[in-house]
């Protein structure tokens, strides 16, 4: 409902004052209105178990969508821009110069407000959706915040080329926003492994599992929405039982999971035969050490 109210006064307000400045930050409340739709639709649909046509669940319906969204907010920079430039060739008065300020700040501080509540949930959930939704109102109080200083500007100096100059800048900083956001979706769109930060954590993991792991190898990652995917080979005893192996995934995956939550592990076993530099002695049946 905040979203509505701010869409619908700004854009009232940017038509009647005849700041382009104004208008344009109702057409951003316009995709924030558009992105808290979408992902309301998106997470449910990504949220639903794997079936038979997606057994690795649903989770890339979000990725898409938070690349829609992306992609939508640079059409709208690109649109923002263009009305920009058409003010600075012909510079207009602004009109209710009072109620465009009041109207800008107010939906700064609300802005704000709703940023704050979708950037706890998108950390909370790692939803890429609701992240994206973050982003769109964190771009709202940054150019609310520019819009204002220069409304107030104008207000004192009667310089109406400040009007389109915040046209430019809220198009650059949208622009800025979406294509990292872009190249983010479709990083998990074609799998690409995990960050770096995360890999290394993994691979820490890895190397204090338990005891019975000789050596872990051939790492690989990627994430659809808000599910990471980790598979690896993993080298134990070659004279350890089928069960106590079984143990020792259990335990590795439980330590991924705990840092992880909601990670799909997969993990290949190898007997130790194939890695003599790992294990080159004779082991105990019952507890698969190296003898």
């Known amino acids: 409902m905040a979203t509505i ?50 057994p690795y669940g649903h989770g890339k319906i979000e990725t898409l ?13 690109a649109w ?15 009109q209710h110069e009072g109620l465009a300020i009041a109207t800008i700040f107010i939906s700064m501080v609300v802005s704000y407000f709703m940023y704050r509540h979708n950037r706890g949930a998108a950390d909370l959930t790692e939803s890429s959706a609701i992240h994206v939704n973050a982003l769109h109102f964190l771009a709202d109080v940054v150019a609310s915040l520019g819009v204002l200083v220069g409304l107030l500007l104008m207000r004192w100096t009667g310089w109406l080329w400040i009007d389109p100059l915040m046209a430019f800048g809220i198009a650059a900083y949208i622009a800025a926003i979406s ?23 993994l691979r820490e993991i890895l190397k204090s599992g338990p005891e019975h792991v000789l050596e872990a190898h051939d790492l690989r990652s990627r994430k659809g929405g808000a599910t990471r995917y980790v598979d690896f080979h993993l080298v134990v005893c070659k004279n350890m039982t089928v069960s106590r192996s079984h143990e020792v995934c259990d335990d590795l995956e439980a330590r991924i999971l705990t840092r992880f939550p909601g990670s799909s592990v997969t993990i290949h076993v190898e007997p130790c035969e194939y890695h003599q530099s790992t294990c080159h002695e004779p082991c105990r049946h019952s507890g698969g050490r190296k003898s």
């Open 80 to 94: 923002i821009f263009w009305e920009g430039w058409l003010h600075w060739q012909n510079p207009e008065p602004i």
């Open 65 to 77: 969508s938070s690349l829609l969204e992306s992609v939508l907010l640079v059409v709208a920079a």
């Open 179 to 201: 294509v990292k956001q872009v190249k983010r979706a479709i990083g998990e769109l074609t799998d690409t492994q995990l960050p770096a930060s995360e890999l290394q954590e």
């Open 5 to 54: 109210a701010l869409t619908v006064f700004k854009v009232g307000v940017g038509v009647a004052s005849q700041s382009v400045g104004v208008l344009s930050e109702g057409i951003h409340s316009f995709l924030d209105l558009l992105s808290a739709g979408v992902a309301f639709f998106t997470i449910r649909a990504a949220g639903k178990p794997a079936d038979h046509d997606h």
